[in-house]
């Protein structure tokens, strides 16, 4: 019988559609994280895969176990105080598991799950 080697990983928490807040953090080191999304409320627009935490891989350590990443929906005005466009207007970045709070819908005013196209 021949075994396969399994990597470790976590299991995915959110699902699309999930509301969701990038957690407000300055951990010193290499943030995959932009610093502007950092502490913002958006809906998970899908589940990308499971990867090697590349905050990790950065220092060339294994990056495991492996993290979900997940693609988020901002709602444009929501980050960008100042923003002039259309109201349904979205942004969307990809963050790993590790920097995501659940957040309760009714909480997320900002949240573009209405307004936003699927």
Known sequence: MTRVATVPE???RYRAGDAVRVRRAAPPGHMRTPWYI???AGVVE??????GNPEELAYNRSGEPRQPLYRI???????WRDYAGPERDTIDVEIYQHWLEPVEP?????SPAEKAPR
């Open 106 to 110: 009714a909480s997320n005013p900002g």
């Open 10 to 12: 976590f299991a995915p």
């Open 46 to 51: 899908r589940l990308c895969g499971t990867f």
């Open 73 to 79: 929906r901002f709602g444009q005005a929501a980050v």
């Open 38 to 40: 950092r502490g913002q």
